[in-house]
């Protein structure tokens, strides 16, 4: 137990560094090429907090363990919205752009719908892993056509000007530098992850936890650190494009990138309690989100706790069988 905590405590100074190496590198990134901040969150930190996922999905899924593997995705797509952005918005309150709730949200709600329903003849199939891996590729498509608008432009010109201002945080580091720290953010993030997770499914195991009540709370919460601590360093910093766009595109890319490739490497089971309870729990708190953000557009301390208090109640339920 002890050599676990050790391990634990690692990982967890491994993902404080890679959070911290890939919100410079990402907002370095977006100063310098005029990009949006809410795109760099959906693409560029999002694929970086979603390699833990995908790492843990493709390992589960060659060892046989689909409860395993649905329930990280399932579970982190919860822990994102209720556990992540609550948080977040506990540090510093989260503005939502109007254009990210008429575009991006309604997107991810599209996403995690098909989702469901592709599950629900209990089995993820390579011909459904295609269907989602298509339409990562046409949501990239389409982040290509919208910086292309003149709204996005006027975006990137406000925040070019807020910056030369010094009234937004960021530095424009050399070509190599940026490099670097997206780079190390992103292996940092993901060793800090998967440190973390194995030394707490060992523990779980001990307790003589179920796989898919570990999927769903130590799995998916781990895997969820690197987009935790990538939302709560964006807070921190007072950048709240890149958490919101960090929780969005990494949900979006949980789906249409982890599940879709690995389901095309090989077809996942999806379990009847998972169908029944956990998938609508995660569209559940996917549509709560909505009417939190549409309040004066943005995400308050006391909506930020409304999600905490919901994300402790599900962990709650889900643990309730192994208390008694």
Not at 215 to 221: H, I, Y
């Amino acid at each position: 137990m002890l050599l676990q905590s050790l391990i634990f405590c690692a990982g967890l100074t491994a993902l404080y560094y890679g959070a911290e190496w890939l919100i410079k590198g990402a907002t370095s990134l977006a100063l310098r090429f005029g990009i949006r901040r809410l795109v760099v969150g959906l693409t560029v930190v999002a694929l970086g907090t979603s390699m833990p996922e995908f790492l843990v999905n493709f390992f589960a899924a060659v060892s046989d363990e689909d409860a395993l593997a649905l329930g990280n995705i399932v579970g982190s797509n919860i822990a994102n919205i209720a556990l992540i952005l609550g948080m977040s918005a506990l540090i510093y309150p989260l503005a939502v752009q109007p254009t990210t709730l008429r575009k991006e949200y309604p997107m991810m709600i599209l996403v995690m719908g098909v989702f469901y329903g592709m599950s629900l003849d209990g089995r993820i199939s390579q011909i459904d892993g295609l269907i989602l891996v298509l339409g990562l590729i046409s949501f990239f498509i389409y982040l290509v056509l919208d910086s292309r608008t003149a709204d996005s432009r006027r975006q990137v010109e406000e925040e070019l000007r807020a910056f030369e201002n010094g009234e937004m945080s960021g530095r424009i580091y050399p070509v190599w530098q940026k490099v670097l720290f997206l780079l190390g953010g992103m292996i940092g993030l993901s060793l800090g992850a998967r440190l973390m997770v194995t030394s707490a499914v060992n523990i779980a195991d001990l307790l003589g936890i179920s796989h898919v009540v570990v999927g769903l709370t130590v799995v998916a919460v781990g895997t969820s650190l690197p987009e935790l601590a990538a939302s709560v360093m964006c807070a921190v910093r007072k950048e709240p494009d890149l958490s919101v766009g960090n929780i969005l595109g990494s949900n979006l890319l949980n789906v249409l990138f982890v599940v879709g490739l690995v389901a095309l490497i090989r077809p996942l089971a999806v379990d009847q309690e998972s169908i029944k309870i956990h998938f609508p729990v995660m569209l559940g708190f996917g549509l709560l989100l909505y009417p939190l953000a549409r309040t004066n557009y943005s995400i308050s301390r006391l909506e930020g706790g409304i999600l905490i208090a919901g994300f402790v109640a599900y962990m709650v339920y889900l643990a309730w069988p192994y208390l008694n």
